[in-house]
């Protein structure tokens, strides 16, 4: 039995069944973990949802900001009519309610305690423990499997905070929570985030730093896997594991094995500018 993380897999159907044929991937033993985004880009999301909703319980996901868009477009177009071609085609899809429902309950944090590992999809800030982070991702998983949803959808990405404040409360702090989990790639010493920066580490305005770089991050002792970052590429050094390598970009789908951090590859599917 075996765990593999495979990074940001965005509706890369093809290059995702030639990593699990790589590693020999057993549904009946082995269980795959990915840090989100698994639609949008990639041409195929409709599939790569079906076969990840139908490994069930050998499936470990945590909500990226596209899937984050998958679930606002659902709310949206509820018998479909998306602009996103992609996405519409998920949303006029005969299973469309079963796979929305499903990706509506997965977290935006997972803690393994047999592994040691947190999973996120983008990262966190210098303040938040291990436990606070939990415990931030618990608040808008909340919302998203209650009746409120479509409320954090219908303000998600309109004039959001960018600082962190524990005493923060109502939908600034929720949505500030998912911007940080799910967009997050450099922020100051504060906590004050920069949600659409893009581009390799050193593009960034002083004072911010890639938000693993804080040497006062609270959670430095911890192991933390993530995606999100294609500029970054593939980055795994002792306790920090970014997976996204570009897939959707021309690059590589990377899949780590957690028990002994053997790395597995296969090429992506386009050839594109990584930053866009």
Known sequence: MATYVVGDIQGCYDPLQRL?????????ADHLWCPGDLVNRGGESLETLRLLESLGDRFTMTLGNHDLYLLREAWK????????REMD?????????ALVSWLRRQPLAHWSSEHQVLMVHAGVIPQWTLEQTLACAG???QVLRSEKFGKFFSKMN????RLWRDERTGWKRRLLISNILTRLRFCDINGKIIPGASG???SQPAP??????????LTRSNTIVFGHWAALGLYLKKRVLGLDSGCVWGGRLSALRLEDRQLFQVPGKFNRHPFF
Do not use: C, I
């Not at 177009?77 to 996103?84: D, V």
């Not at 309109?158 to 905070?161: I, L, T, Y």
């Open 139 to 141: 608040e808008v998983e």
């Open 208 to 217: 911010y730093k890639p938000w693993f770089k804080h040497k006062t991050r």
């Open 77 to 84: 177009f509820p018998e479909g009519g998306s602009a996103n």
């Open 20 to 28: 699990l044929e790589k590693v020999q991937f057993d549904p009946a």
């Open 89 to 97: 085609m998920v949303l006029l899809a005969h299973d469309r309610e």
């Open 200 to 202: 390799p580490p050193g």
């Open 158 to 161: 309109r004039n959001p905070v």
